[in-house]
């Protein structure tokens, strides 16, 4: 089945760690996006990426980095610069060229700051 | 500036009784509009998507949605919510010249009383 898949579900991190967040998809869409979600915020733009080896920040990228040298995969880092990274992140993707052009969403991963 | 707003915070309804959720945006191209779902924990669920001809568009598990230019609206709507649908609903607005980015608003919850 295609679709998208993020890992891990949870993740814990110390303060003044990096991690990484794995978002990969199979649905051969050009674009992918992370987004930042907190209680009564909506979704906040990352990144995004509309072809391999380019990227844009989004709204909030401060503390963040990404990488896109697969058109399948499009990890997130959360840096130790991020200053609050306790949240729940979501990857989309979408194609680009065609209209209407909605977005698919993984599952998600909860990120906790201990 | 783009912006989406979806006015209800959260909305209680009883099982059977009609719900409409409000979405009203301002964006200076011709937008395409979306509605997602989001279950506790989970990623977004496409309901529906407008994006021209005719404005009552029909989605998944019996929901529609019209978009009213005149009124920079695309409410929401079932004729009778389930127990299952209790979530939380995000609008979202993109438009050809945002390269597949998407605003979200803020998202409105449903609580469904039986």
């Known amino acids: 089945d295609g679709g998208i898949t993020q890992s891990p579900k949870y993740l814990f991190r110390k303060e003044g760690q990096n991690v990484t967040l794995s978002c990969e998809q199979n649905l051969n869409h050009d674009a992918m996006y992370w987004y930042r979600q907190d209680p009564g915020q909506g979704l906040r733009l990352i990144y995004y990426s509309q072809i391999v080896n380019d990227f844009q920040k989004g709204d909030i990228a401060e503390g963040y980095s990404v990488s896109r040298e697969k058109k399948e995969s499009f990890p997130l880092t959360v840096t130790s610069a991020q200053k609050n990274p306790t949240a729940f992140y979501l990857c989309?993707?979408?194609?680009?060229?065609?209209?209407?052009?909605?977005?698919?969403f993984g599952p998600g991963t909860r990120l906790t700051v201990l | 500036a783009q912006s989406v707003t979806q006015p209800d915070i959260h909305i209680t309804v009883s099982e059977g009784a009609s719900l409409e959720l409000r979405c009203n945006y301002s964006y200076g191209a011709t937008p395409y509009l979306f509605w997602y779902v989001q279950s506790p924990g989970q990623g977004l669920q496409l309901l529906l998507k407008?994006?021209?001809?005719?404005?009552l568009v029909q989605g998944i598990k019996g929901f529609e949605a019209e978009f009213k230019r005149s009124q920079s609206s695309f409410n929401l709507r079932k004729p009778s919510v389930h127990w299952s649908d209790a979530a939380e609903y995000f609008c979202?607005?993109?438009?050809?010249?945002?390269?597949?980015?998407?605003?979200f608003g803020q998202g409105t919850e449903l609580s469904v009383k039986p």
């Open positions: 979202a607005v993109g438009a050809d010249n945002q390269g597949g980015k998407l605003i």
């Open positions: 989309a993707s979408s194609f680009v060229a065609r209209q209407a052009k909605e977005q698919f």
């Open positions: 407008y994006f021209s001809g005719d404005t």
